[in-house]
């Protein structure tokens, strides 16, 4: 150790010395703050926000950081690589300037896909693009998962994200579930596969240096949703096992925890009649978490609530959006601290009010120690990840890393191969007349002759997203839930057309859909998880091959979803495509 240096800024000292160091020469509420994860904002030029900005809270900056001594921050911004980096440096030099120096961890939910709900994503900011978690369990693949994992990780490191929060190892066994295109598929040994190698592909060999750590999430499995109605609000704060399948939904985490995930965060949902468990939101559980996750399962490393748990968030518009404290609305914000605690928490997702802790700890409701406890498990994960030793990026090379040709190609390749023919043949002919709908006439334009009406072509080119029943009001209007099958107007449309001209179908599929009709009608119908046009004109005529299989089940109408038990990972009646499902691919495809 050099002298001057104290023991935990020494980096030839154990992790364990150096937290037991460091907790020894911190207050109460430097402490309290490491419990508390906020969401911040990035003004375009890199600048701190310390006003919301956007449609969601966000934190002040430099208020959390230098005044209340939080050093998670979870970035809610799509900022180009460039300014990002330089506000991650300006964000560490901030903390730098404190008492202790304790380095920022800075966290984001995927950045790599096609969703656009910023509750569960971030628009890519530069980074490559890439399929959703669902085209992956489409292709089946733990090396292509790992090697995206490891893309991902060079991406976040550039610009200074260390936390990931993801993968989702959830089962995506509910059809209406909004969060499906987040998770792997339906298929418990797949998945459970899929999430372990994505944990390996960000973290490496261990948390360290050079890693990424994961926070998989969002235990003990969020799939199995009443109605399918998400739990980020109150018409979906249960979830519900009438096939008795809680321990299936929970056992897919298990090979992402020996992988060692360095964090894990449970969901929202109160689970409803299953036995041992409280019937509170899984956080709030002291069996699901001291119990079932770090008894059972042996993990001793942060877990993050879901963000939001505390308080209510007040919108833009005026409105209040509740905490997702299911089955403990009753609790106020302290109790709901309390309560949390004794289940097992660490840090408080998307809050940033460390001055309740000080209160409890000052007035003798919760002991010192257990705030030691878990701000020691947060210090953990800063020092493995050299932050103290290392903690600021290098914005030229963030700016030529975010994007990387290589990477965007590899991004491109995945979602071609990721696609799924579901019925019919292709490819479509070189050089014919094709009418197009949701796609660029422009970037079709380099496949075909392009026509202005369907009755003038040789074929048409159709893209649809899967059907959802659009919500009125932020924030719920992001997410889409509701019934599965085609609209009235849309499915007229397109039988027409179908009965016009040879017509070719494509479904970004975010979560499942009923299309009993496309699939009797449509020259072909192709699914997909996320792709550009130009990866499906692709796919389209012949240029690339769609090697994927069909990761959840599509139904074959609304009455077989409506009698589907919500936890039971396909197997709905006389499904119109099942787990696993692929058309043949006509031979000139190669």
Known sequence: MLAGMDPYQDPGQPVAARVRDLLGRMTLPEKAGLLFHAPVAVRPDGGFAEEPAGP???????????????????????????????????????????????????SSDPRHSANENPLTSVPS????????????????????????????????????????LHPMADLASEPRWCRTSGTFGADPALVARLAAAYVEGLQGNGSGADSVAAMVKHWPGAGPQAGGEDAHFASGKDQVYPDGRYEEHRAVFRPALRAGAAAVMPYYGRPVGVPGLAGVGFAFDREVIAG???????????????????????????????????????????????????????????????????????????????????????????????????PYVDENHAVTTAGRADFAAAGADAQRRSMVLLAGTLPLEPGIRLYVEGIDPEVAGRYASIVDSADQADA??????APYEP??????????????????????HLLALAATVPTVVDVFLDRAAVVPELAAHATALLADFGAADDAVLDVVFGHATAEGRLPIELPSSMAAVEAHPEDRPGGTADPLFPIGHTARVSERQA
């Open 56 to 106: 969601l809270p966000t934190a002040p900056t430099t208020e959390v950081v230098r005044d209340k001594h939080l050093r998670c921050l979870s970035l809610m911004a799509p900022v180009p690589a460039g300014p990002l980096a330089r506000w991650h440096n300006e964000v560490q030099r901030l903390a730098a300037g404190s008492r202790l120096g304790i380095p920022v961890l800075v």
């Open 125 to 164: 900011g530069g980074c490559s693009r890439w399929p959703e978690p669902l085209g992956f369990g489409a292709l089946a693949d733990e090396d292509a998962v790992r090697a995206f994992a490891e893309v991902v990780r060079a991406e976040y490191r550039a610009v200074g994200i260390r936390l990931a």
């Open 292 to 390: 079932q996750l770090r008894r059972d399962e042996g993990f001793d490393g942060l877990v993050c609530t879901d963000f939001g748990l505390l308080t209510d968030a007040r919108l833009p518009d005026g409105s209040v959006w509740p905490a997702r404290a299911w089955g403990a609305e009753h609790l106020d914000v302290a109790e709901r601290v309390l309560r949390l605690l004794d289940a097992g928490v660490d840090q408080f997702g998307g809050e940033w009010c460390p001055d309740v802790v000080v209160r409890l700890v000052e007035t003798g409701r919760v002991a010192e120690a257990r705030i030691d406890e878990s701000a020691g498990r947060v210090l953990d994960v800063v020092f493995r990840l050299g932050l103290f030793e290392n």
């Open 460 to 465: 048409a080119l159709v893209r649809i997203a």
């Open 471 to 492: 919500r009125s009001r932020l924030p719920e209007a992001f997410f889409h839930q509701g019934r599965l099958d085609l609209p009235d107007e849309l499915r007229e």
